[in-house]
């Protein structure tokens, strides 16, 4: 990898990462639509649960002033409800038995965490 300007600067590190993202960058050419959807479905999941740490800091009264004045529990509600359905589309989207999952997720926690405590 070339490096232009000190890329501990902004600009440095703009002009070295311009400069190298053929090398750097990964082919997404070869992906088909259901990976691309994997994908999609991906960064959903990701903004959601953004969104519910949010809710969380508003909770916690550990947001800004203007986001405390807008704080409504419906809204905690929908975020917990919108990081399910986000997770559930995705385990679709990838074939995941989510109530096989769960059971032995939860057959896990009480049988073994448990016992490392």
Known sequence: M???KDPTTIKGLQETLAHNEQDLRIEFRSLTKKEKDIL???VKLQEEV???ANEILAVLALQRKSKLA???MANLY???S???I???SLA???GVDLDRAIRKKMETLLNEYTKDR
């Open 40 to 42: 999609m479905k991906t």
């Open 86 to 88: 986000a997770s559930t």
């Open 82 to 84: 919108d990081v399910i």
């Open 92 to 94: 679709n989207a990838l």
């Open 70 to 72: 807008n704080f409504k």
């Open 78 to 80: 929908a975020e917990f």
């Open 50 to 52: 953004g969104e519910l």
């Open 2 to 4: 070339k490096q232009y």
